[in-house]
């Protein structure tokens, strides 16, 4: 078909204009010369074009839909579940997990993607071969496992089951390390951590923690679930040097719930208890006390004696004990040093830096007290010192130490005498015991600075003016001991040796003893009265008998025999008693 071509003419204009017009099939083209010229083509070899375009688009639709429908064909011949197929772990093996749907005969299963090699196919199920651990699968979650259909005169197709694996509980939590051992300072602040000890568990499950002991403990955890070991209680090593802690942990509250498994660990937990260097040395012997938290030991001091215009050999004889301190710190026994510091201006005296042995370097020459201050302080550490006083006294010279009157004593005690009771000077008296020890320094002989001690005898003491009394109950029949007289002024002693003799209580016989002489006058005198009783009874019958018989003769001789028979026999028991 040939083109025509339709020329319309228009007035000229002056004004200059171009325009472009489209109506279906026709097209207005502007001339480009002046004066204008509208030309309208209609142009028959488009529409021609367009149809030929619409033959292939329809060609294409067919072909399009024929293989649409090879694929439908495809897709219905086996299908699978669209959800994801949720199996627990520890599972039985040959567990179903899915039925693969064919909806024709003749199809050929076939697995072509079996992750972790876990999964099988028995006809149109596909189960799984083995026992599947969710803490070992990489992707226990989404498990894609595909199955490929096959028939012949069809396309063969993939289709895809996910597989989720649920986690059970199924594994106990543990530690680590089956012991732990930790070390903590003993100053350390209450509520300070120590450590953090953690379990672990495969299941990936909220943990629980409780610690024993749980009653009075030095250390606590800071909760149930964060096993932070916290100081519980202010720590001494001098009283604790090591606690021992047992950590359990549970993958579940406590009691767990009747219908869940429940698992447990634990771990021992030694904490050791560091002694630092917090205390000064303590010159022994001391009181301990506490200031606050703070331990501290007092020491009453130390007291000596010396002779006026002497130098004394070798170290002082000191009271208590001689001079020594040592660290306050248990464990750790710094080196001590000493000095005195204050009351020796007179270089009278000096001290050992190492032992604390005082010694003189010259005589006193003025009496009366003198007043050492002794600082004892560390070597590796000067600020840790204490100070304690050395009280000497410079006195005369004795001559002659305290001396009892006797060389041995006797006393008495009853065996029914209770404490407090005082020994007793005689058997006959009721008298106390008492010693006395003389001093010829003194022109009287009495020592006001003398005092007395009982040594080698837990019944009795002594009092300060030589009187001696129980102090328990006495079960024995006699004791012996030793009293001692000391010049506390010079130190000077005396001893003698005293037996005490354990009488019975009054009015009771002793076996060892026999009958005194008073039960002995009442027993004779007793007697007697008998005697003379029964001669009068005697003499009153012979004389009546003499009346009557005179054979009654020879029976007033049986008489006055047997009279004197019983006479003799009293005087010898009165001269045996």
Request: glycine content about 4%; some cysteine.
């Amino acid at each position: 078909m040939k083109s025509q071509t339709l020329r319309l003419e228009s007035t000229p204009t002056h004004q200059l204009t171009q325009s472009v017009l489209y109506v279906k099939k026709y097209q207005l083209v502007p001339r480009p010369h002046s004066p204008p010229y509208l030309f309208v083509f209609v142009r028959y070899w488009d529409m021609e074009r367009k149809y030929s375009r619409k033959s292939v688009k329809f060609a294409f639709s067919c072909i399009l839909a024929f293989f649409l429908h090879k694929l439908c064909l495809g897709q219905k011949i086996c299908s699978v579940p669209s959800e994801p197929v949720t199996l627990k772990e520890n599972n039985t093996i040959d567990i179903v997990v899915a039925y693969i749907n064919t909806t024709t005969k003749d199809v050929t299963l076939t697995l072509i993607e079996n992750p972790e090699d876990a999964f099988d196919l028995k006809g149109s199920f596909l189960i799984v071969k083995k026992r599947l651990d969710f803490e070992k699968l990489l992707n226990p979650e989404e498990l894609a496992v595909q199955v490929r259909c096959n028939k012949t005169g069809f396309k063969s197709i993939t289709l895809t089951v996910l597989v989720q694996v649920e986690n059970i509980n199924d594994n106990p939590p543990s530690f680590a390390q089956s012991e732990y051992e930790l070390d903590v300072n003993e100053l350390t602040p209450i509520n300070t951590s120590v450590g953090l000890i953690e379990a672990k568990d495969d299941d990936s499950g909220v943990l629980y923690y409780t610690m024993e002991p749980n009653v009075n403990m030095y250390f606590r955890l800071e909760s149930m679930y964060k096993p932070n070991i916290l100081v519980n209680k202010t720590l001494d090593y001098d009283v604790v040097q090591q606690v021992t802690l047992t950590l359990y942990v549970q993958d579940t509250p406590s009691p767990p719930p009747p219908d869940q498994l429940s698992f447990t660990g634990t771990t021992t937990i030694r904490v050791n208890i560091k002694d630092i260097d917090n205390r000064p040395p303590w010159f022994q012997p001391c009181m301990r006390t506490t200031l606050g938290t703070a331990k501290i030991c007092l020491s009453l001091g130390y007291k000596g004696r010396v002779n006026l215009t002497e130098k004394q050999d070798g170290p002082l004889q000191l009271q208590p004990g001689p001079i020594y301190a040592r660290d306050g710190d248990k464990s750790r026994n710094e080196e001590i040093t000493y000095k005195i510091v204050r009351g020796n201006e007179d270089s009278i005296f000096q001290i050992d830096e190492t032992t604390g042995n005082i010694t003189m370097l010259k005589p006193a020459d003025i009496a009366g007290p003198i007043s050492l201050t002794v600082l004892a302080s560390q070597v590796s550490n000067r600020d840790q010192f204490a100070s304690t006083s050395v009280n000497i006294e410079v006195m005369k010279k004795s001559r002659n130490p305290p001396k009892f009157e006797r060389e041995r004593y006797e006393a008495y005690v009853y065996s029914n005498s209770g404490p407090e009771n005082m020994v007793l000077r005689d058997r006959t008296s009721n008298r106390p015991f008492r010693v006395r020890a003389r001093d010829d320094d003194f022109a009287n002989g009495i020592n006001p600075d003398i005092r007395y001690e009982v040594q080698y005898s837990s019944y009795v003491n002594i009092t300060t003016d030589g009187f001696v009394l129980l102090k328990k109950a006495v079960r024995t029949d006699s004791f012996a001991l030793q009293v001692r007289a000391v010049d506390v002024s010079t130190g000077e002693s005396g001893t003698a040796a005293l037996s005490v003799v354990v009488l019975p209580p009054v009015g009771v016989q002793s076996p060892s003893e026999g009958y005194r002489a008073g039960d002995m006058a009442l027993l004779g005198f007793v007697m007697a009265a008998l005697l003379v009783l029964c001669l009068i009874v005697i003499g009153y019958l012979i004389s009546r008998l003499k009346k009557e018989n005179p054979d009654t003769l020879k029976l007033s001789e049986v008489s006055n025999f047997s009279s004197k028979l019983l006479f003799r026999s009293m005087l010898a028991a009165y001269s045996f008693h």
